[in-house]
């Protein structure tokens, strides 16, 4: 029997995957999941046991939530990364590490074939593919789901028809949780018009109220909240389990997928977009305009790159060396109130503060320089306008 290294979280696409493998192609699959920040203790001995109920062989969970914030989620932070300036890249940022840790999975098992659930509309295929073809170009990929066009009713048919129980109503919405948030999917997200209801979201709204709290960050890694010193994936999860309640992080991100056509999805972002605003606040205030500036720009490609799969790129080490590099100073405390279904930066506190600076500050009068001073850089910053008024001569 040829073996073969699936990609599997437990889903209906993967749960699919290991009943067709193993009872109508005869491969010996390994079902291996990789725990980006999804899955809990309990969740995976599930996994384990539904697994082998459907046939694999084996099953291996590789905890790679430290991995992900060290490679991927610190550089989004740095960036302060939203996609369509709305999105944190959730899903896409851990697909990279999944994709990557089952390759290395694979190879060490010297494996066959590598599979993956992933259909043929989507980002995923792209993200999952490329990476495999990129670090173990000798094994064959297969995608079923995505090969034989199935649709989630033929696949739940499918299973029913070899004894399995799995409901349309379990279906319904597919749910990716991670460290970086949550994607939902659903029949709402296929169309323009309709939103989410209510019970699709992971949490719901529990505290009504409002609550300040402060998340301290050194050299732009979020390293202590509410005062006390913890490592920066521990205060995401629990930033994660304060904000959720108040059922803060909510959006629909519409994009463009890497294969050319629109695609829209739902998500709850609770830590992920509170940090990356609270963190893109004490940036203004401890970066110079230039480095803002080039660091925007920079930020943008890089999470365009790693959305559409390109993380193995070398220009992202780049990238990733210049982001690091500007947040030296990037060091201090911010204070949120969260509301519900909101949240607001009141404000910040640091050493690297420029608004402190004695040389010059921000007011009605000034001592870092006189009018007269003002007056000449002025004119001077006018020149080009004054030339090319009156060589085009151009109207208002």
């Not at 914030?69 to 959730?90: A, M, Q, R």
């Not at 959720?244 to 992080?249: L, T």
Request: proline share 3%.
């Amino acid at each position: 029997m040829k073996k073969l290294i699936l990609a599997y979280s437990g889903g209906l696409d993967t749960s699919y995957c290991v009943k067709y493998f193993t009872a109508d192609l005869g491969y010996e699959v390994h079902a291996v999941s990789v725990n980006t920040g999804g899955f809990s203790e309990d969740e995976i001995a599930k996994n384990k046991e539904k697994a082998l109920a459907l046939g694999a062989t084996s099953y291996t969970n590789i905890d790679a939530v430290q991995t992900f914030y060290d490679t991927v989620v610190k550089y989004l932070i740095f960036g302060n990364v939203l996609k369509n300036n709305s999105y944190p890249l959730s899903v896409s940022a851990e697909r990279i590490v999944q994709a990557i840790e089952i390759a290395k999975f694979a190879k060490a098992q010297n494996a066959d074939a590598i599979a993956h659930g992933s259909t043929g509309a989507g980002n995923d295929q792209v993200r999952f593919d490329m990476t495999f073809q990129t670090l173990v170009p000798e094994l064959e990929i297969i995608t079923p789901i995505r090969d034989n066009t199935l649709s989630r009713k033929q696949e739940i048919d499918y299973l029913q028809s070899h004894g399995i129980e799995w409901s349309w109503e379990k279906a319904q919405y597919s749910i990716n949780q991670g460290l970086w948030g949550t994607s939902v999917g659903g029949s709402e997200t296929l169309t323009s018009h309709q939103t989410l209801p209510e019970e699709a979201y992971p949490s719901q709204l529990k505290n009504e109220g409002t609550e300040t709290i402060k998340i301290g960050f050194t050299k732009g890694e979020p390293t202590s909240l509410n005062g006390v010193d913890d490592t920066p994936v521990a205060i995401i999860e629990k930033l994660q389990g304060i904000a959720k309640d108040y059922a803060i992080g909510r959006g629909m991100h519409v994009g463009d997928t890497i294969i050319g056509i629109k695609g829209r999805v739902g998500f709850e972002a609770s830590a992920p977009l509170i940090i990356l605003e609270a963190h893109r606040t004490l940036e203004k205030h401890t970066l110079s305009k230039w480095q803002l500036q080039h660091k925007e720009n920079i930020a943008l490609w890089y999470g365009t790159h790693l959305h559409e799969g390109l993380y193995l790129e070398p220009v992202m080490r780049d990238f990733e060396a210049f982001l690091q590099s500007s947040q030296s100073s990037v060091t201090g405390t911010v204070e949120i109130a969260l509301h519900p279904y909101r949240f607001e930066i009141i404000g910040i506190q640091s050493d690297y503060d420029l608004m402190q600076s004695k040389v010059a500050s921000y007011g009605e009068e000034n001592q870092g320089w006189t009018a007269s001073e003002a007056k000449g850089f002025i004119k001077i910053m006018s020149n080009q306008g004054k030339i090319i008024q009156a060589v085009q001569s151009s109207e208002f």
